[in-house]
């Protein structure tokens, strides 16, 4: 695919598809690393890696637990 580079301020900008952002996880505010290498720019998102609920429960602590809630009062028939 063929895309024209366009004046934007003092630098240029090249419009990216919508095919190719969806296959590359590209969504607006995407931090993207720019590299050049052999004649060629080279972008590569930097995606942001979905923590597991194990990875967040290791960040409780007996400093930053929270005491038990109370629901509040039986409403309907509710069992507790």
């Not at 630098?11 to 590359?24: D, E, G, Q, V």
């Not at 995407?30 to 998102?45: H, R, S």
């Not at 930053?64 to 507790?80: D, F, K, L, M």
Request: proline share 4%; aromatic share 6%.
């Amino acid at each position: 695919m063929h895309v024209t580079a366009q004046k934007w301020g003092n630098s240029l900008a090249i419009r990216i598809p919508k095919a190719y952002t969806t296959n590359a996880n590209i969504e607006e505010g995407t931090v993207i690393d720019l590299a050049f290498d052999n004649g060629c720019i080279i972008m590569k998102p930097i995606l942001k890696k979905k923590k597991t609920l194990d990875e967040f429960l290791s960040l409780v602590t007996s400093e930053n637990i929270h005491a038990e809630t109370q629901p509040g009062n039986i409403v309907g028939r509710e069992i507790w």
